[in-house]
């Protein structure tokens, strides 16, 4: 049975855009300057369009009477009221349409807008929001009806094996999703989270980071944040988010396939990320991914068999980013691809590496190697925080008369923490005895269902305060605490990622017992601190 979540604030797909109402003299001649920023101006001859490109835009629909928009839509589905044209009530789904239009309508491609087209499908409301189970089924709406790309410019934090399993098979069915990383500076949210999902952040019209763009392991790269773009009801707005960001990246994507139709969705992938612009450090980082948006490289450069290259010695190790699968090759004999990754938790290293190759290879860090191995193979790896680098190696041919025949490999890297040192407390009846004094403590939730208890003893009386900070906008706090007879308080007014903090609460003689839960039951482990203020005291008369 599908799992279905009530609407609620921390359980909803959301609209990752701040919309700017644009001036009257900027609306009466529109400047999409997103266009020169991305290059798409240096495109200068003409890109073949040999295939009909569709791209389904999963949002609050498109206002399908704007005189910019018509020539560009094809049919959609209304997944909130079925039977109805998928209208844009909210005006986000309009704004997003009129940046791929943009982009296509600059005539760089043979057909112009025939080569891309836009199949709007409203999974979202007037408010903005939308429930999971709907976002899943727009999903396998599109696939059904041979989109080749998904754009969706929402998110949310809660993790939902529904989502996954369906984007899974999106993914199977040679479909590129792309999907905005979300605007509260914190982790990456869902969709774009997921590994089969292209995400995308947002850079400043300098080309600077966004302090409100979302950045971590799963960023894929970044595109130009504000935009002038079509409106509801005709005109133009200023707009602003990873919201704008993503279209941008779908309607280059979408121009190139047409291009290259003998090309598949991870094909396309590659030559998006290996045709970026790096702005921070040498290849991918968390804050910009691999680099910002280059039209001009994503529809002329070829992509190579490893973009990762040159990493054949520990120096030039290649950050990779984390639950994101990259695609390199061992191409001659003694090749060694090095990596590096930032680990900043105690926990189990993660590292699957899946290839049609039956050349023995193995896995090397600086200090300990592993294998050989054959073919696909997973590696669990104990660590502790400090950058890790390892290098796939192929083994040594016996003869060197053997042929060697290049090793294509997909390589994905992810991280799970490990119980935290007050485990098992995860019932009142296991708590974890804390001494009763001002501390602060690190745990984790190493269970998409963990809770955590703690017990205290007040000798004396006093006022005692608690907060819970968590390490992750993915995690959202709850904390209970009550004298261990008595019936619970609940703390819960700071949304995903926000601290709990309680008033002062006045204890007496007796045993008091304290839960931290994250309510975000299905999203992967996350830490948090917790702060205990202890100030011993007698209650005045």
């Known amino acids: ?32 300057f997103f266009i020169d920023q991305i290059k798409l101006n240096k495109v200068k001859t003409r ?33 909130l009221k079925p039977g109805m044209i998928p209208q844009d009530d909210n005006g986000h789904g309009t704004n997003v349409a009129g940046i791929v239009m943009e982009i296509v309508s600059k005539r760089i491609t043979d057909v112009g807008n025939n080569a891309v087209k836009i199949m709007p499908i409203k999974a979202l409301g007037s408010d903005g ?13 599109a696939v059904k009806n041979k989109a080749n790309i998904i754009l969706m410019s929402l998110g949310l934090y809660d993790y939902s094996r529904y989502l996954a399993d369906v984007i899974t098979y999106a993914k ?7 999907a905005a990383s979300g605007n509260e500076g914190e982790d990456v949210m869902y969709p774009a989270a997921f590994p089969e999902v292209v995400a995308v952040g947002g850079v400043d019209e300098d080309n600077q980071i966004v302090g409100r763009s979302n950045y971590g392991g799963q960023l894929d790269l970044v595109a130009p944040w504000s935009v002038y773009t079509t409106q509801l009801n005709g005109g133009y707005t200023l707009n602003q988010g990873s919201s704008m960001a993503a279209p941008q990246v779908a309607a280059i994507a979408a121009l190139f396939w047409s291009a290259h139709p003998e090309t598949n969705a991870e094909d396309v992938r590659k030559q998006l990320i290996q045709n970026t612009e790096d702005l921070a450090d040498r290849g991918w980082d968390a804050q910009t991914g691999y680099g910002m948006l280059r039209a001009d490289k994503v529809l002329t450069n070829i992509t190579t068999k490893d973009g990762y290259e040159p990493n054949d010695v520990l120096s030039f190790a290649q950050r990779i980013p984390f639950e994101k699968p990259i695609f390199a090759r061992l191409d001659r004999l003694f090749d060694r691809d090095w990596y590096k990754l930032l680990i900043k938790e105690k926990g189990l290293l993660n590292v699957s590496l899946k290839t049609k190759s039956n050349l023995r290879w193995y896995f090397v860090s600086p200090s300990k190697k592993w294998g050989p191995y054959q073919g696909s193979a997973t590696i669990l790896i104990p660590i502790t925080p400090k950058e890790m680098r390892f290098s796939i190696q192929a083994e040594e041919m016996k003869s060197s008369s053997t042929l060697f025949k290049p090793m294509e490999y997909e390589l994905n890297a992810s991280f799970q923490v490990t119980a935290d040192n007050f485990e098992p407390n995860g019932e009142p009846e296991k708590a974890y005895t ?24 007040a000798e004396k009386e006093g006022l005692l305060t608690i907060q819970a900070h968590p390490f992750s906008a993915r995690s959202d706090i709850v904390i209970l605490y009550k004298r261990k007879e008595d019936k619970a308080n ?15 609460i006045w204890l ?26 202890w100030t011993e005291k007698r209650r005045e008369s």
């Open 434 to 457: 804390l001494p009763l004094k001002t501390q602060q403590i690190n745990g984790n939730f190493h269970e998409a269902s963990d809770r955590d208890w703690f017990e205290i003893k």
């Open 47 to 79: 890109v073949p369009a040999k295939k009909m490109i569709k791209v389904a835009l999963i949002d609050t629909g498109v206002d399908s009477t704007h005189p910019d928009l018509t020539e560009m839509l094809i049919e959609g589905k209304n997944m």
């Open 508 to 533: 007496s003689p007796g045993v008091y017992l304290i839960n931290v839960e994250n309510v975000l039951k299905n999203t992967p482990t996350t830490g948090y601190q917790l702060t205990i203020t």
């Open 129 to 141: 929001f939308g429930d999971e189970d709907v976002m899943g089924d727009a999903i396998l709406y």
């Open 490 to 504: 609940t703390l819960d007014s700071g949304a995903a990622g926000e601290d709990e903090v309680s008033p002062p």
């Open 172 to 178: 199977s069915q040679n479909v590129l999703m792309i």
């Open 1 to 32: 049975m599908r799992h279905h979540r009530f609407i609620h604030v921390i359980a909803i797909f959301a609209l990752l855009s701040m919309c700017v109402p644009a001036r009257a003299a900027e609306t009466q001649q529109v400047r999409p």
